[in-house]
């Protein structure tokens, strides 16, 4: 299959999504049918093989006088930016939405909430104890007051955790 060939189903395929037509309204290229078609982004028109017609058959031929069929000064440059900006907006039309979160990834999410929730309390509950610590004993923070904190916020998160994982 040669390159025009395959230009040619491209084509015939823009031709069945937009309105189109075929004429032979070309003075330079009598036996060339012209196909013309009318897109949002403006009119488009390519010369086919008389061997591709086969391809267009779903195209109705009009007679070179036809208001669908003249031609309204695009170059082939325009063409091609027309045909960019076309497909731009067609692509645009089609980009996947974001996903909604699953039952399952929000949960997983509650979840990891909940242990971070945890670690602030851990914290918190930590440096409330080393201050009440440093206050009685005099400026003394020992291992065991550390450890006793931790514990204590760990113990709350493991609670938080399975509280919210009960409670679903």
Known sequence: ???YRERAHLVAHLAALFPAVL???DPE???WPVLTMDTPAGQMSWHLAPSDLDLVAHVQVVPAEDPRARWDFHTTDMKY???A???KETATMHEAPTPAPTPERDARSRGLRTLLQALAVTVLVGAATAVSELATDGGVL???T???AAGTGA???VAAYVQRRLGR
């Open 1 to 3: 299959m040669d390159v």
């Open 23 to 25: 004429s032979y309204s």
């Open 29 to 31: 290229e009598p036996d």
């Open 81 to 83: 930016a027309r045909l």
């Open 85 to 87: 900006a076309l497909t």
């Open 142 to 144: 020992t291992l065991a």
């Open 146 to 148: 550390v450890a006793t």
């Open 155 to 157: 113990l709350m998160a």
